[in-house]
């Protein structure tokens, strides 16, 4: 199976700060990468699939990059509604699976 | 809108087997796979598998082959998800979760049951 680690596994941050959060792959996955953001008692929320593309509704402060084996999450001007906890996921083969997670405190 | 609304589950004895349906609305059911995904409480996220509602075809994560049974009804629109042999690690909460049938992210997820093994 393809192991995905994040880091750091938890962030605390300002409001109006940029945060980045990374995810390894232990093997590539090309660009089959998803992030999404799960908050408290609610099912994870898709924000970006295939590395860098948005999901409608998702505001543009976030983006992402990456291919092969290391991709990552940046987040801009911090906004409260921001915390939570953020996984990446890969589907490039099954088993799909996510990293441990990051939760961001802001 | 698109919605996946689940059903089921609650508490069941170590051994036993637990149903957790999913009702997607807000598109055409056959169109889309269902996934199921578990977290335990607390923890990371866990893929069990996928249905393709059209054909019936399914894929299971390895480590829940010979436990898992997902099924669908065309007719009502629903998917099922059926886990058997329950231990106290089966304590989590079960999400269906909708893709493309290329693209396996997920894009819409249900709002989650708890599934509870307890004796």
């Known amino acids: 199976d393809i192991q995905m680690t994040q880091s750091p596994s938890t962030l605390s941050a300002s409001v109006g700060d940029r945060v980045t959060i990374t995810c390894r792959a232990s093997e590539t996955v090309d660009r089959w990468l998803a992030w999404y953001q799960q908050k408290p008692g609610k099912a994870p929320k898709l924000l970006i699939y295939t590395v860098s593309n948005l999901q409608t509704g998702v505001s543009s402060r976030f983006s992402g990059s990456g291919s092969g084996t290391e991709f990552t999450l940046t987040i801009n001007s911090l906004q409260p509604d921001d915390f939570g906890i953020y996984y990446c996921q890969q589907y490039f083969t099954s088993p799909y699976t996510f990293g441990q997670g990051t939760r961001l405190e802001i | 809108q698109v919605q996946l609304v689940q059903s089921g589950a609650g508490v069941k004895e170590p051994g036993a087997s637990v149903k957790v349906s999913c009702k997607p609305s807000g598109y055409n059911f056959i169109d889309y796979y269902i996934h199921w995904v578990r977290q335990v409480p607390g923890q990371g996220l866990e893929w069990m598998g996928w249905?393709?509602?059209?054909?019936?075809?399914?894929k299971y994560a390895q480590k829940f082959q010979g436990r898992v049974t997902m099924t669908r009804d065309t007719s009502i629109s629903t998917a099922s998800l059926e886990l058997s042999a329950l231990t106290f690690g089966d304590t989590a909460i079960y999400h269906c979760?909708?893709?493309?049938?290329?693209?396996?992210?997920?894009?819409?997820w249900g709002q989650g049951t708890l599934v509870t093994v307890s004796s």
């Open positions: 249905i393709n509602p059209k054909t019936g075809n399914t």
């Open positions: 979760a909708r893709s493309t049938w290329n693209f396996h992210y997920f894009d819409f």
